[in-house]
């Protein structure tokens, strides 16, 4: 009598978080069931419980696999130009580029699923789950705090509340781009096959966000007075 084979645990989590990447991005949140989720996985919920214990943490498992290496890989392209420049600030395109950059390069990778992931890490943007939100802010805040200073030292001269605000929108250009490259097809002129093209992306995007960041600071409006 045969013996069948036992999959390894690791490859088996592995699949119940490619199903749930892929699930979550087509359907939402809410709208992947359990069933849908092991019977995708080809799992029972046995095992989703066994490796992950809740849906909840089975969603954070998901985003975690991807945004704890992004963003590790944000930090390290960071840490490299500062010791490559020996104290000097940084030049802000070269900080927008670390920042940008290992999120566009999941564009590319459409068999491992970067790119579900991408789409998935859009939808969440727009969202109305606020816990998820919270969740991704929370994975975010130590590479932002690290960007943050660096381009505090390469615009001294932007107030600190003005500097928050770019970055702010700086975010949510790249999040919009992640989350809507289709719609580029929309546009007379545009080719749609360079939504996929993370070099050309990141080109495109740094040069927008630079002229940002670097733009006059808007003069406060004066109120006139009531007569």
Excluded at 98 to 108: N, T
Excluded at 191 to 210: I, N, T, V, Y
Aim: proline share 6%.
């Amino acid at each position: 009598m045969s013996l069948r084979a036992v999959k390894p645990p690791h490859e088996t989590r592995t699949r119940i978080l490619d199903a749930a990447e892929e699930l979550f991005m087509q359907h939402g949140f809410e709208g992947t069931s359990m069933r849908l989720l092991t019977s995708k996985a080809g799992v029972n919920l046995a095992a989703v419980n066994y490796h992950f214990g809740s849906k909840d943490a089975l969603i954070e498992a998901v985003f975690r696999r991807r945004l704890d290496p992004m963003n590790a890989a944000r930090v390290a392209a960071l840490d490299r130009l500062e010791r490559d420049a020996s104290g000097q600030p940084l030049a802000p395109d070269a900080i927008i580029r670390a920042f940008v950059g290992p999120s566009l390069h999941l564009i590319e990778d459409a068999k491992g699923g970067g790119r579900n992931f991408i789409r998935l890490l859009g939808r969440t943007y727009t969202d109305p789950a606020k816990a998820i939100r919270a969740l991704i802010g929370q994975l975010y805040v130590p590479a932002m705090e690290r960007f943050k200073a660096a381009f505090e030292r390469a615009l001294p001269q932007m107030p600190r509340e003005e500097l928050v605000w770019r970055m702010h929108f700086m975010f949510g250009t790249l999040a919009y781009t992640l989350a809507a490259t289709d719609t580029v097809q929309l546009i007379a002129g545009c080719k749609p096959e360079d939504r996929h093209d993370a070099r050309l992306l990141e080109d495109r995007l740094a040069a927008f966000l630079g002229c940002g960041l670097a733009a006059p600071l808007a003069r406060p409006r004066s109120v006139k007075k009531a007569a």
